[in-house]
Nanobody
Framework: QVQLVESGGGLVQPGGSLRLSCAAS????????IGWFRQAPGKEREGVSCISSSPRTTYYGDSVKGRFTISRDNAKNMVYLQMMNLRPEDTGVYYC???????????????????????WGQGTQVTVSS
């Protein structure tokens, strides 16, 4: 079992940057693909990014490509989401999620589907506003 805790959210002006962290405990992340999701008020939760364990293949939603970068440090049991050039529409609660896939732990083509993830964090609020 894996426990996930997100941090790093806050209030930022449009064009600003934030770095979200996802700390895992209870098990190592080597066998898990990790996804980041977000949910804006009144909207469904959407997939933002996914990172495989080995190799570190990364995937992004169209709305964040070129602005967000996902990374992971398995030795520290940490996953990060660097967010640049933030926009008001990036506002929402951001969640990390773990999908147990065994050695290699790749992100499948359908990585934005919430149902494939076994564990979820409680979320961290990101607000982009002037």
């Amino acid at each position: 079992q894996v426990q996930l805790v997100e941090s790093g959210g806050g209030l930022v002006q449009p064009g600003g940057s934030l770095r979200l962290s996802c700390a895992a405990s209870g098990n190592t992340l080597d066998h898990y693909a990790i996804g980041w999701f977000r949910q804006a008020p009144g909207k469904e939760r959407e997939g933002v990014s996914c990172i495989s364990s080995s190799p570190r293949t990364t995937y992004y939603g169209d709305s964040v490509k070129g602005r967000f970068t996902i990374s992971r440090d398995n030795a520290k049991n940490m996953v990060y989401l660097q967010m640049m050039n933030l926009r008001p529409e990036d506002t929402g609660v951001y969640y990390c999620a773990a999908d147990r896939r065994g050695p290699g732990a790749y992100c499948p083509d359908y990585w934005p589907q919430e149902t494939i993830y076994d564990y979820w964090g409680q979320g961290t609020q990101v607000t982009v506003s002037s």
